[in-house]
């Protein structure tokens, strides 16, 4: 484990990059931020984002908070009834998937879509990790005001991926494939309806 106290500071100028992100989200505040369009089915979707930068060695971490669950807006549109119709059916069977954050580290080749690939590993909301389109459940479940403090160590000779929240560790998430040590890895963010 990596005790909190001796990571590495934060990377200078790295912030969230519209050229790595998914066309639905916002990023605000300097790149510091993620919010997300919330009407015409956008409210479905998961939504990605990257940072303009990434790492090969050391010992880094970003920290991540819920501000806000976010509810669709009522789209107004052409096909207005069937779409708001439809958003809120699909959310009436699935309250847990509703307002989802799936954070973690990734290469600049993994799908936007965090942890449904072999090039990054995510933690969600609902306490469970993401690798390679497998899920397990992990540390703890999260919410509104948590922060969930995301390291990586390329350090240690099995460069891993672990999570702390409010400051708690939670332990070693994942070990990254010796195929995969060579590559830069990028913080990485996932969000469905949240800010």
Same mark, same amino acid.
């Given at each position: ?9 934060? @990377? ?35 939504? !990605? ?35 708001? @119709? ?23 080749? !993994? ?5 449904? #690939? ?29 922060? /969930?403090?995301?390291?990586? #160590? ?6 891993? /991926? ?28 996932? @969000?469905?309806?949240? !800010?």
């Amino acid at each position: 484990s990596i005790p909190l106290e001796q990571q590495q500071p934060y @990377i200078e100028d790295c912030q969230l990059s519209y050229q790595t992100s998914d066309l639905e989200i916002e990023i605000l505040e300097h790149g510091t931020r993620l919010s997300t369009i919330q009407q015409a089915g956008f409210e479905l979707l998961w939504k !990605a984002g990257k940072t303009n930068c990434g790492v090969l060695q050391g010992k880094y971490r970003f920290d991540v908070k819920i501000l806000s669950f976010l509810d669709s807006v009522p789209y107004k549109g052409d096909m207005s009834l069937q779409k708001n @119709i439809f958003s809120r059916s699909i959310f009436a069977n699935e309250q847990n998937q509703k307002h989802m954050v799936r954070i973690g580290w990734s290469t600049h080749t !993994a799908k936007n879509n965090l942890g449904v #690939d072999y090039e990054g590993s995510g933690y969600d909301n609902n306490g469970v990790k993401h690798y390679g389109g497998k899920q397990k459940s992990y540390g703890e479940k999260f919410g509104i005001g948590d922060i /969930i403090t995301c390291c990586i #160590d390329l350090e240690n000779p099995e460069h891993n /991926i672990s999570y702390f929240k409010n400051g708690k560790f939670l332990g070693i998430s994942f070990t990254i494939p010796s195929k995969h040590q060579h590559k830069p890895f990028f913080p990485h963010i996932c @969000i469905r309806n949240v !800010a």
